[in-house]
């Protein structure tokens, strides 16, 4: 199972960027999806969930920005950022809890991180 994310780049502050992460592989569901972001120095913290199609939740610092997604037919989620922030600069992470068809419990898969960078 491997976890891929693409997207990111330079913007302009106030600007809008769209982020996607696929997953590939011998997969038999995929729980939960996630988007976290690790700046220098810093934690990698969470930026929004999904699980089901509807049942979504978002840090305070990004609520009503930032729109997170996912087609499951795809294995794919998405992460729609508008007014981006300086402080929204960071390493973007797809995290996916996926049950391979080798097993039948959840186990956690990361992407390789893309980068985020907001211009003053």
């Known amino acids: 199972v491997q976890v891929m994310e693409s997207g990111g780049g330079l913007v302009q502050f106030g600007g809008s960027l769209g982020l996607s992460c696929a997953a590939s592989?011998?997969?038999?569901?995929?729980?939960?999806m996630a988007w976290y972001r690790q700046s220098p120095g810093k934690e990698r913290d969470l930026v929004a969930r999904?699980?089901?199609?509807?049942?979504?939740n978002y840090a305070d610092s990004v609520g009503g920005r930032f729109t997170i997604s996912r087609d499951n037919a795809k294995n794919t989620v998405y992460l729609q950022m508008n007014s981006l922030k300086p402080e929204d600069t960071a390493v973007y992470y797809c995290?996916?809890?996926?049950?391979?068809?080798?097993?039948?419990?959840?186990?956690?898969?990361w992407g390789q991180g893309t980068q985020v960078t907001v211009s003053s």
């Open positions: 995290n996916m809890d996926i049950v391979p068809t080798s097993g039948w419990h959840p186990a956690a898969y």
């Open positions: 592989g011998r997969i038999r569901q995929i729980v939960g």
């Open positions: 999904i699980r089901g199609d509807t049942n979504t």
